[in-house]
């Protein structure tokens, strides 16, 4: 079993940033690939960034491209969301997630095997 938790959300002003990061402890691997959803009251689960276990390859949905940046340190086995230019739009819960690699979409939240319990991001403008 892998436990994912994740921190750094908080509240902030329009035009501000946050770092997000998600620690995976238990029978965590660094082969896993990890990626980040969020989610606002009344919505679905939507998908924000994604990176492959190598580090080699990320994917973005196209709201957060030139602003939100994902990276990991597997060595740490944390992953982060790094969010710029935050707009009152970002405001949602974030949520940290990682699978076994396999050939599918980075950006459908059921193709992950774990799950972070979520972490609030406020924007206020």
């Known amino acids: 079993q892998v436990h994912l938790v994740e921190s750094g959300g908080g509240s902030v002003q329009a035009g501000g940033s946050l770092r997000l990061s998600c620690v995976a402890s238990?029978?965590?691997?660094?082969?896993?690939?990890m990626g980040w959803f969020r989610q606002t009251p009344g919505n679905e689960r939507e998908f924000v960034a994604a990176?492959?276990?190598?580090?080699?390859?990320?994917e973005y949905a196209d709201f957060v491209k030139g602003r939100f940046t994902i990276s990991r340190d597997s060595a740490k086995n944390t992953e982060y969301l790094q969010m710029n230019s935050l707009r009152p739009e970002d405001t949602a819960i974030y949520y940290c997630?990682?699978?076994?690699?396999?050939?599918?979409?980075?950006?459908?939240?059921?193709?992950?095997?774990?799950y972070g319990q979520g972490t609030q991001v406020t924007v206020s403008s």
């Open positions: 990176i492959t276990w190598s580090g080699s390859s990320t």
């Open positions: 238990g029978q965590m691997r660094s082969t896993y690939d």
């Open positions: 997630t990682a699978r076994f690699p396999k050939y599918s979409a980075f950006s459908d939240y059921g193709n992950y095997d774990y």
